[in-house]
């Protein structure tokens, strides 16, 4: 065993040169690769998750635009049932029906001058009882609303043929299509 402090100091200076002397840590090339790497993984990953995130959206649109062309189709036939069975109790014209009923609802007791209308610019589908608007619209991108009877050629006037599309760009189109007839009729 070598006592010597010299010897002990020139240990210590060979060890701190060989640690100064060895090339550790990454040089700016490999840095460089690795930035750009993450990059574009990070680009791929935003645009994966830009798609999904759009779909999503765009099948909330639809289903929104879908439950709203339903709702209104529901509500129209459900009234139309009650309609009144004289043939000047309805008033067909263009994109409305007009007609009485020969009963109320509780919440909504009017009978006469139920109006359904789809107005042609603002494309939104609403309600009228007695001159009175609804609050809101049934429906709105509501671009085709038609009402018809006797679609099968066989005279029956009192078969009231309902015809409703709704068209919201990315949405899509959809069609709802449905025959009432009033129950007091023969």
């Not at 060895?22 to 993984?41: D, K, N, P, S």
């Not at 994966?48 to 635009?65: G, H, N, P, V």
């Amino acid at each position: 065993m070598n006592l010597n402090p010299n010897s002990r100091l020139l240990a210590e200076k060979k060890i701190w040169q060989g640690r100064l002397n060895r090339r550790e840590g990454f040089t700016l090339l490999e840095l460089v690769l690795v930035i750009v790497m993450v990059a574009i993984m990070g680009t791929f990953s935003i645009q994966y998750l830009w798609t999904f995130t759009k779909a999503a959206a765009d099948i909330s649109a639809r289903q929104e635009m879908v439950d709203q062309l339903t709702l209104s189709m529901e509500w129209l036939t459900r009234e139309l049932r009650l309609a009144d069975c004289t043939p000047i109790s309805w008033v067909i014209a263009g994109n409305r029906i007009t007609f009485d009923k020969t009963s109320g609802y509780v919440l909504d007791p009017g009978t006469s001058n139920i109006r359904y209308r789809r107005f042609g610019a603002s494309q939104r589908f609403r309600r009228r009882r007695g001159g009175v608007a609804t609050q809101d619209d049934l429906a709105r991108n509501v671009t085709a609303f038609a009402v018809s009877t006797d679609a099968n050629g066989i005279g029956d006037t009192t078969l009231l043929n309902i015809t409703m599309t709704a068209s919201n760009g990315d949405a899509g189109t959809f069609t709802l299509t449905s025959s009432v007839r009033p129950r007091d009729c023969p």
